[in-house]
């Protein structure tokens, strides 16, 4: 029997707003002294009330919208009742059966589309730190805003979770909404993962979902996820090869061991108990207040690698190197327009910056094209000089310009470097390539 | 008159004119405390030390000040902002006071002590209130009568073998055995009408988020209303222009705008149309309470208003209702009381308490949410559109506050859901977050009993008009316990 995955992803993604969800305090937390950005809100004291963060609620709708989702205009908070030590008030606010955004999607390469199924807001929680015997808290991540990210079970291998993963976080950074680091949980990635025979599909051609899924937890890398999948996929299929379905549990992933391992199964599942959260009034949007959202959307990475594609005539790879990040598209873009007039074309300004592996922090775009420039200058050189050298170093190594006579063109790197040294000016490669089959080819 | 049975109004006067000072109030208060409280048992804490501090700073505040009867002198200008200053205000043990011990009348805050002020006792102490101490409530505000407190129940000052009604039971105690000038107290299905009604008080409970909430332990956050008991309507729309406003600290207080509630005390209330709610008056009311309502009624008709029956359908619903939506909010804001970061642990919950948690847990379980909890919300839908009808047609609603007049200690005690009727008046204006003022209507067999007047959402103003005239033209209020 062959099995195919079936995957669907929850990513709880940090908002970098300056302060917290529900309180004034700074949401800027990691790395700084335990429990020094709290307050009576945060800490979950007596009486302390939650005012919701009114940017965080714009940003989390504007990944909604920047993932192809639905805005409802009527949204409300609810709590998630569980009890744990890092969670002060005994519930976390969150939002259970109307988020703030539903039904979007992120196209994947070759056309495929992940369904988003819904993008809501909720509050983080504080931290456990354990020290031999005794267990401290610290509630300076305590109401930090996260955003979770929920997909359709739409993912078919480790490859397009990893690619829907740098996309999600490639967008989210476009926005400027969070910088969503691995290293430091601003995006933390929860698959869920079954196998179904690769051959159930109905009628409609839509596939049937297993009736199990294992979620597996604690996974902070990419790298990760992918071995996760890839362990999870071997360990289901052994299972179900035995006549056996696996049991739904949730898994936690052991970096150290390399495997999955069992936390909670099924029969122990929380009951969150979700009711309305009564000290935050709903919220209800007008149209008005989301376009507006949406026109505070910046040129996101796809549409943007496009244009560069098509109007810049870059190719596909370069574009994609080019947008993988903002910064780099906005310094390319700045720098496309100071080569123009100097008669640059974009491709060269792309060759620089990939080829050389510019680092923009430290060269102006301006200056970028001033070397661009000088490097085309130097090639401009005395072409009878150039003839001397070339006919010199030919001549000095007969076996390599019979070798290429003889198809063995390969070896014309080498011709080219022994000019390169001898002649003292950066030459350009292509210019020199030209001048020494010119040699040969009359010689 | 002793100063310790002042209003508000007569404090102000008093200390403005210089005629006593604030120390001397303050003392008053405290030397009716160390007499009465013993037995009353009002109090939890008595903030005797910081009491007398405030009094002398409100005394210095007040010496400095030149009243000018022309009102020309900048200065006199301190006492408009300052309204209370130096006037002694007792506080629900459920209200947070920075440094002072707040136990919700409960075991597990036995020893907790709040870094923060709530909203409304920052606002009352920036007016110039002394704080003269805690009252004492049913732990965690649950109970209509104070005796779920964990320190003991309240005895009603008009006769001790009864109660004083609560679940704000301290407050009205205090304050009806003249103890404090006026009282905090917190409404989240009749907590201030009832026990303000049983101890022949005026007690408001304003419109839902007219007054912050922040800082007062929750019991209900999508009920609980903040309100107080005074000894006159006067009093009552004095304190509600301190506390009245939008708080950046609570989001479900709009930014309506506050009114100034003294203004309209006197204008009468010629053909204002007050409707009487059919469904209250056969609900088992008692004799006592039907005789004295309906004199009420007369006299409200005397003073000129049109009187309309009503019919608010699903009245009869509003406690069952009730009893789904406040256990299952209750069982939620419990949950921070784990004994990890403050106060005692979970053990230390009291019956009632772990009653509700089991309740509330259980309706908000997977699979019942929507048999109770959901249709619980509906039939909350269905009250709030009784009253919209119903304010289409009148003006306000007159209604009993309690079925019955006080009751004996331990009548109720042992049987909860007899206990949980004498909300019946009261409950639906808390599900439909409107506003309430409970007025002394007279007295059944030497025991005070109060009607409530009922209004449109911010529609306190008119509130106090009605209740003033009431008050005036009958004078129920001015009788005192004898103590």
């Known amino acids: ?443 | 008159m002793n100063l310790n049975q002042l209003t508000i109004k007569q404090a102000q006067e008093g200390l403005k004119s210089k005629k006593f000072s604030s120390i001397e109030l303050t003392k008053a208060c405290l030397k009716q405390i160390k007499k009465l409280n013993p037995k009353i048992n009002a109090f939890i804490t008595v903030c005797e030390k910081e009491a007398i501090e405030a009094a002398e700073n409100a005394d210095k505040s007040l010496a400095s000040q030149v009243f000018d009867p022309e009102g020309s002198d900048r200065r006199g200008e301190t006492l408009e902002a300052r309204p209370l200053l130096g006037i002694p205000i007792a506080f629900k043990d459920l209200f947070s006071t920075k440094g002072i011990k707040t136990t919700a009348g409960s075991k597990v805050l036995n020893d907790y002590i709040p870094v923060y002020d709530a909203t409304v006792v920052g606002k009352l102490k920036d007016a110039g209130a002394v704080i003269i101490g805690k009252t004492n409530l049913d732990a965690w505000a649950h109970g209509s009568s104070g005796e779920n407190s964990d320190f003991g129940a309240t005895l009603n000052p008009w006769n001790n073998e009864f109660v004083p009604g609560g679940s704000s039971s301290g407050s009205p105690a205090a304050l009806s055995a003249d103890m404090c000038i006026a009282s905090t107290g917190t409404d989240t299905g009749g907590s201030i009408r009832l026990p303000a009604s049983f101890c022949n008080l005026v007690g408001l409970k304003p419109t839902y988020g007219r007054v912050s909430r922040n800082g007062v332990l929750a019991m209900v956050s999508s009920l609980d209303s903040i309100g107080h008991f005074t000894r006159t309507v006067e009093d009552s729309a004095i304190l509600l222009n301190v506390t009245a406003k939008k708080d950046d600290f609570d989001a479900t207080t709009p930014g309506v705008d506050v009114q100034n509630y003294t203004k309209n005390l006197n204008k009468g209330i010629k053909g204002i149309k007050i409707g009487v709610p059919k469904e209250y008056v056969t609900k088992g009311l008692d004799k006592h309470v039907q005789t004295k309502f309906e004199e009420a009624l007369k006299d409200l008709e005397e003073l000129g208003a049109i009187m309309e029956e009503i019919s608010l359908p699903h009245t009869e619903y509003g406690i069952a209702a009730y009893y789904i939506i406040q256990p299952a909010e209750v069982s939620s804001n419990l949950a921070r009381y784990d004994g990890i970061r403050f106060g005692s642990g979970r053990e230390n919950f009291g019956g009632e308490a772990k009653r509700r948690i089991m309740l509330g847990t259980y309706t908000l379980s997977a699979g019942y949410y929507d048999a109770y909890y959901k249709k619980a919300m509906k039939v909350r839908t269905l009250i709030i559109k009784d009253f919209d009808t119903v304010f289409k047609k009148v003006d306000a609603i007159f209604a009993p506050v309690s079925p019955t007049p006080p009751w004996k200690l331990g009548e109720k005690i042992n049987d909860p859901l007899k206990m949980y009727l004498s909300d019946i008046f009261t409950v639906t204006a808390n599900l439909a977050g409107i506003p309430g003022i409970s007025v002394p209507m007279g007295f059944s067999d030497g025991l005070p009993i109060g009607m409530q007047i009922l209004g449109p959402q911010f529609s306190e103003s008119l509130l106090f008009q009605i209740g003033s005239a009431y008050e005036q033209a009958t004078e129920w209020h001015k009788r005192k316990p004898t103590l």
């Open chain 1, 1 to 443: 029997m062959i099995y195919k995955p079936v995957i669907g992803l929850e990513v709880h993604v940090e908002l970098k707003t300056k302060s917290k969800m529900f309180c004034g305090c700074s949401a800027d937390y990691f790395g700084k002294k335990p429990n020094t950005h709290t307050c009576p809100v945060c800490l979950g004291l007596p009486g302390a009330l939650p005012v919701p963060n009114k940017k965080a609620i714009e940003w989390c709708v504007m990944i909604g919208l920047a993932l192809n989702c639905n805005i409802p205009l009527f949204s409300k908070f609810d709590r998630k009742n569980y009890f744990y030590p890092d969670l002060p008030k005994g519930y976390q606010i969150s939002q259970y059966d109307q988020p703030f955004c539903q039904k979007g999607f992120i196209e994947l390469s070759k056309e495929k589309k992940i369904g988003i199924t819904r993008v809501h807001m909720e509050e983080d929680t504080g931290k456990l730190l354990h020290q031999g015997d005794s267990t401290l808290i610290d509630f300076n991540r305590s109401g930090v805003p996260l955003v979770e990210i929920v997909t359709e079970p739409d993912f078919e291998s480790a490859i397009e979770v990893v690619e829907y993963l740098k996309k999600l976080q490639q967008i989210v950074r476009y926005l400027g909404v969070s910088d969503a680091d691995m290293e430091k949980g601003g995006m933390r990635l929860e698959p869920n993962i079954s196998l179904r025979e690769s051959n159930t599909t109905n009628t409609t051609n839509k596939q049937i979902l297993p009736i199990y899924k294992v979620e597996v937890k604690n996974i902070n890398s990419f790298r990760f996820v992918e071995k996760a999948i890839a362990y999870e996929t071997e360990r289901q299929k052994e299972i179900l090869e035995s006549g056996k379905t696996p049991i739904q549990e949730t898994r936690g992933w052991d970096e150290v061991k390399n495997r999955t391992v069992s936390q909670r199964i099924k029969e122990e599942s929380m009951d969150y108990r979700y009711f309305p959260e009564a000290d935050i009034p709903p919220i209800r949007w007008v149209e008005s207040q989301i376009s507006n959202l949406k026109s505070q959307i910046p040129e996101l990475p796809d549409a943007k690698s496009n244009r560069f594609k098509n109007e810049l005539s870059l190719s596909i790879y370069d574009s994609d190197i080019l947008t993988k990040d903002k910064e780099t598209a906005d310094y390319f873009e700045e720098a496309v327009k100071v080569g123009k007039a100097h008669d640059i074309n974009p491709k060269q300004i792309a060759n620089m910056l990939i080829n050389k592996k510019i680092n923009i922090k430290n060269v102006l775009p301006g200056h970028l094209i001033q070397s661009i420039l000088t490097s085309t200058q130097t090639t401009a050189i005395d072409e009878n000089e150039l003839k001397k050298i070339v006919k010199e170093i030919l001549e000095k190594n007969p076996k390599a310009v019979s070798d290429y006579k003889n198809g063995k063109i390969q070896v014309i790197g080498f011709l080219i470097g022994q000019v390169k040294q001898t002649f003292k000016q950066p030459l350009d490669t292509d210019q020199l390539k030209k001048a020494i089959e010119k040699f040969i080819n009359t010689h």
